[in-house]
Each structure stands twice: as structure tokens, then as C-alpha cells.
């Protein structure tokens, strides 16, 4: 389990899941550019554009992972649901470890299902980007 799913699980079992926080704190700009960020970033990958999906990291992903060649390798591995999935439904964004984080139901290349848990990280010139992935299967009472 790598340490973003970790301290996810942390944050979710600890009840630091507050979707009223996150809904009152952002605009509907906000909401829409968070969705747009993570929309882009999906694209990206259904291309095989590391570079661009990578440019929709933050910038401590984009340093763990080095390189965008790094970066897809690792999504492409570990990450099938979200690298290729057959539906993608945006739900909520609740707040999870302070930070605002969009809920999108998936259904992955297998056809199983898993919410997907993206955190956002605003950049100082007000671009939006994704600070992790977490996948939690619906029926997982741990997450």
C-alpha cells in the first residue's frame, strides 16, 4: 500500500471527511476548475500523454515521481481505474486533511467499481492541481 492510500485511510477513518466544509469554501469557478483539472488530466491518459498528465500534478508529485515517463508508469500500474475507465461521475468535493478533495465514482477497465478520492492543491497564481489518488472499492468499510 503506498503512503498516499495510507494516510488517506488515515484521514477517512479519523472522520476528517467533511463535505460541507469544502462545498461552503469554494466558488463554483473553484468547483469547475477542479473538475476541469482532473477531466484534463483523465484525457491525458486515455491519450498516453505523460507530459501532460503530469503537468496536472502538484508540485510534490511532480517531485516524488521525477519524470512524466516515471509519473505514467506508475498510474498505468497501479492506477487501472482512473488510466482507463469506462464511466468517470463526479460527486461531491468534501475536505480530507484540510484540503479540498472531489469524489468521482468509477467504474475501471474491469468493470468493477471504486470511488475515486483526488485532493487539490491551488497554485499561487490560482491554477488548480491534483495532490494524490486514492481508490476505495464501495463496499470497503475501511475507507
Not at 492510500?5 to 488515515?10: D, K, S, T
Not at 508529485?61 to 509519473?71: E, H, L, N, V, Y
Amino acid at each position: 500500500m503506498t503512503l498516499w492510500r495510507v494516510l488517506a485511510l488515515i484521514g477517512l477513518l479519523a472522520g476528517l471527511v467533511r463535505p460541507s466544509l469544502a462545498q461552503e469554501a469554494l466558488s463554483a469557478a473553484d468547483r469547475g476548475a477542479i473538475r476541469q483539472t482532473i477531466e484534463a488530466q483523465v484525457d491525458a491518459f486515455r491519450r498516453d500523454d505523460g507530459d501532460a498528465a503530469f503537468d496536472y500534478a502538484s508540485p510534490a508529485i511532480q517531485a516524488m515521481f521525477g519524470t512524466s515517463a516515471t509519473f505514467i508508469a506508475m498510474v498505468r500500474q497501479g492506477y487501472q481505474p482512473v488510466y482507463r475507465p469506462r464511466s468517470f461521475d463526479f460527486r461531491e468535493i468534501v475536505t480530507l486533511n484540510g484540503a479540498p478533495t472531489q469524489k468521482v465514482d468509477v467504474i475501471g477497465p474491469d468493470g468493477r467499481a471504486v470511488t475515486a478520492f483526488y485532493p487539490m492543491m491551488r497554485l499561487p497564481d490560482g491554477r488548480w492541481r491534483i495532490d494524490g489518488c486514492y481508490l476505495r472499492a464501495p463496499d470497503d468499510p475501511q475507507a
